[in-house]
């Protein structure tokens, strides 16, 4: 089950650290904000409804996805923290 409060804080983070300058944005940046250590799954899940935008990279022959680096706010994204604001 997706937790939507997660999510925003997801993107609230994202926003902070772009904004300060931090590039690129990884999972390692944002692995505080899930204690069950499943941020990569959350992250997959913001990809595919166009909230964020990054790099996943994978490994072995069966690309299992192993992190996401170069993490973005697309315009949706942005849009969406917006209206939470």
């Known amino acids: 089950m997706i937790d939507r409060e997660l999510i925003h804080s997801i993107l609230q983070e994202i926003d902070t650290l772009l904004k300060s300058g931090v590039l690129p944005v990884s999972v ?17 899940t913001m990809k595919t ?8 990279i994978t490994i ?12 973005r706010l697309t315009y949706v994204g942005i849009r969406s923290l917006r209206m939470r604001a």
């Open 28 to 44: 390692d940046h944002l692995k505080h904000l899930s204690p069950e250590g499943n941020m990569l799954e959350y992250l997959m």
């Open 49 to 56: 409804e166009g909230l964020i935008s990054g790099d996943l």
């Open 60 to 71: 072995g022959v069966n690309t299992t996805p192993h992190r996401m680096t170069n993490i």
